[in-house]
Structure formats: structure tokens, C-alpha cells
């Protein structure tokens, strides 16, 4: 019973994002830069949700980008806005905790 109620809560793995995580992702949280100062992911950059238009320029020719913020909700608008601007190698990686979890 112990087993099956662990189960249950215990974080799932995200294969895609683990996979996405050994090739070298250009990290980009979307939180303000308020939230960024207080914790994210060695090496990602914080480029905010409401400033992603006017920053499409630093998202150009990069691959294998993964987005993130507090809950995920924010980084799947922001996957949304460079999908809609035709740049399409975007995952939503959910929490910053999340993708700090798969970071080698």
C-alpha cells in the first residue's frame, strides 16, 4: 500500500525533457527578473513573458529552447507566442525547479 501511495506522488519523469536536457538547451525563464534573482537553473538567461515579442531576435537559430517560469503556466504562453513568430524547437519545461531537477 506504502508502494502505490508513493507512486502517486512521486515526481514523474518528463522523458522528453531529460532528453532535451543532454543537448545543450539554450535555458530561457520567463519569470521577472525579480523572481529570476531569487533562483533559476545555472546558466539560463531571463528574458520575461511580456517582453518575449520585443526579443525574438534571441531566439534566433537557437535550438532545443526550453522555456519555464513558476508553474509553467507563463513558459507555455511564451512557448505559444514563438510558435505563432515560426520558431518551433520550444518545450515547455514546466517550473524552474523542474528543469533545475534535470540538470547534470
Known sequence: MFNFL?????????MVLAEKMQAKPFLVDVRTP???????????VNIPL?????????????????LFCRSG?????????????GITDVYNGGSWQ???RYMQ
Not at 508513493?6 to 518528463?14: G, M, Q, T, W
Open 98 to 100: 523542474n528543469v533545475q
Open 6 to 14: 508513493k507512486s502517486l506522488f512521486a515526481p514523474k519523469i518528463d
Open 34 to 44: 525579480m523572481e529570476f534573482a531569487n533562483g533559476h537553473p545555472e546558466g539560463s
Open 50 to 66: 511580456n517582453t518575449i515579442q520585443s526579443n525574438l531576435v534571441r531566439f534566433k537559430n537557437k535550438k532545443n529552447i526550453i
Open 73 to 85: 503556466n507563463r513558459s507555455g504562453q511564451a512557448a505559444g507566442i514563438l510558435r505563432s513568430k
